[in-house]
């Protein structure tokens, strides 16, 4: 049992410091996390959240690294992980990175209003499997929220990632090494790629991905596709010429696009748009 206000834990003194937490069966109704986040960060042997309630984080200023590099995480009470009640606006840096959470859904409180999540999931590539947690529909993240590396490296992602809402001004680095991901991606993200200027290593190395991304994921706005589908070997654009409709006539990057011969050229409009920016 957890009482009171919690800064972070330490272990430092009595061995193994990463080694003692192991299981957090319940919250009590005096415990309050305080400060940017890293509370249970790098206790490699926590293995399950059990709780079905919640600590009151009402006061936090970030859920920057909450559980990150928790390496044997798997479990999380679903009933405790809708609990949490977290304020708008905030920071979910590396939240869950290198976490293995499978079997849990996670849901719009765990993104309200998010101001930031880079790597909010990324890096799972320690523990096998990885993660593989799967998003409420309910969710919508704002256009205005950095998601690059939301799910880089998690070898074994292969769901359904949040809705995004329309206006988004960059996709980069959100799913590279995510090798189990297929896709599809949901209709917002096709909708929300209109407005973005920077496609930077969205698809590398994703390579069972396929999809039909349509004929106007990429347009004028864009200005970076480099690395875009660098190992992405299965991508054939759902079998649809559509590609060939993308308007690249803003683009100055184009470096390893498609990396070195992974992917078949003509796939991309040859002779239908230049990959030369105008």
Do not use: H
């Not at 009402?58 to 690294?65: E, F, I, L, Q, R």
């Not at 929300?192 to 004028?220: H, K």
Request: aromatic share 14%; net charge negative; hydrophobic share 40%.
């Amino acid at each position: 049992k957890l009482d009171g206000q919690v800064w972070g834990l330490s272990f430092q003194n009595i061995g193994t410091s990463t080694a003692q937490l192991t299981a957090i069966n319940r919250w009590s109704a005096g415990v309050k996390l305080i400060g940017g986040g890293g509370w249970f960060s790098n206790r490699a042997q926590l293995a399950a959240v059990n709780a079905t309630d919640a600590p009151d984080v009402s006061s936090v200023t970030a859920m920057n690294d909450t559980f990150s590099a928790c390496t044997a995480l798997a479990t999380f009470n679903q009933t405790g992980l809708d609990a949490w009640v977290i304020p708008s606006g905030l920071q979910y840096i590396r939240a869950f990175s290198r976490c293995p959470l499978t079997g849990v859904t996670f849901g719009p409180n765990w993104f309200n209003n998010p101001s930031w999540c880079s790597d909010m999931f990324g890096n799972a590539y320690d523990p096998a499997p990885g993660f593989n947690a799967s998003f409420s529909p309910s969710i919508s993240i704002p256009a205005g929220t950095i998601i690059g590396s939301l799910f880089s490296l998690c070898f074994d992602f292969n769901q359904t990632p949040p809705e995004l809402a329309p206006g988004r001004g960059d996709m980069g680095s959100v799913f590279p090494y995510a090798s189990s991901f297929t896709g599809p991606l949901p209709a917002s993200w096709l909708t929300a790629a209109t407005t973005c200027s920077s496609f930077y290593r969205l698809f590398q190395n994703a390579s069972v991905f396929d999809q039909d991304l349509g004929s106007t994921f990429v347009t004028s706005s864009a200005s970076n596709l480099a690395i875009m589908f660098e190992g992405a070997t299965a991508f054939t654009n759902g079998g649809s010429n559509s590609i060939e409709s993308w308007n690249t006539s803003n683009v100055g990057d184009f470096m390893r696009m498609l990396g070195y011969g992974s992917i078949n050229y003509t796939l991309f409009g040859a002779g239908k748009w230049s990959l030369v920016a105008a």
